[in-house]
């Protein structure tokens, strides 16, 4: 069955950068697009960008441009993003999906000194 | 953006009653290729959001069938025929029509009465 495995909670200083991963199995990685979803504690989704592991074509909300980047190792159908520059409103759980029918488990993300 | 925005916020529900939730969109969110990308996501206290529904009114596998949804165009509900307690969590409207920018509705809270 399909699987999104996420790597685990992870505490950071503010400035500094943050690299999560979602590991893929039961499907061929390289055919379907990978999202990446912010939920802020108690709030909604948020989209953040998504990634098409075969060829690394990416798009992303106007609003993660520069904030995330979205990266895949085919050889371990692994997806990555990477947050660089925290704040404290980069704390959140950031989740990744394929294309909304299976869903990772999340990656806690909290920024603090 | 599309903007989707959901009634009511919060839900309250005795087990077995009927209940519905509205998703409306800023804009029409048929597809030139005349789909309408409208899904319905639930996410259950402390879990990842799971898909219910996906084009409007298509039941994922395994979703139980008192589970439906309708609508066209802007306008867009999801109805449950017999509330169970495994139902109770948060709904979430959300539309891939105007991909790659996916917009979520900002969730309507089911809670028992």
């Known amino acids: 069955q399909v699987k999104l495995l996420q790597s685990g909670a992870a505490l950071v200083k503010p400035g500094a950068s943050v690299k999560m991963s979602c590991k893929a199995s039961g499907y061929t990685f390289t055919d379907y697009w990978v999202s990446w979803v912010k939920q802020s504690h108690g709030k909604s989704l948020e989209w953040i960008g998504e990634?098409?592991?075969?060829?690394?074509?990416?798009n992303f909300n106007e609003k993660f441009k520069g904030k995330a980047t979205l990266t895949v190792d085919k050889s371990t159908s692994t997806a990555y993003m990477e947050l660089s520059r925290l704040t404290s409103e980069d704390s959140a759980i950031y989740y990744c999906?394929?294309?909304?029918?299976?869903w990772g488990q999340g990656t806690l993300v909290t920024v603090s000194s | 953006d599309v903007v989707l925005t959901q009634t009511p916020p919060t839900l309250s529900a005795t087990i077995g009653q009927s209940v519905s939730i509205s998703c409306r969109s800023s804009q029409s969110l048929l597809h030139s290729n005349g789909n309408t990308y409208l899904h319905w996501l639930l996410q259950r206290p402390g879990q990842s959001p799971q898909l219910l529904i996906y084009l409007v009114s298509r039941l994922e596998s395994g979703v139980p069938n008192r589970f439906s949804g309708s609508g066209s165009g802007t306008d867009f509900t999801l109805k449950i025929s017999g509330v169970e307690a495994e139902d109770l969590g948060v709904y979430y409207c959300v539309q891939g029509t105007h991909a790659p920018m996916y917009t979520f509705g900002a969730g309507t809270k089911l809670e028992l009465k």
């Open positions: 990634i098409y592991p075969n060829s690394g074509a990416t």
């Open positions: 999906t394929n294309q909304f029918a299976y």
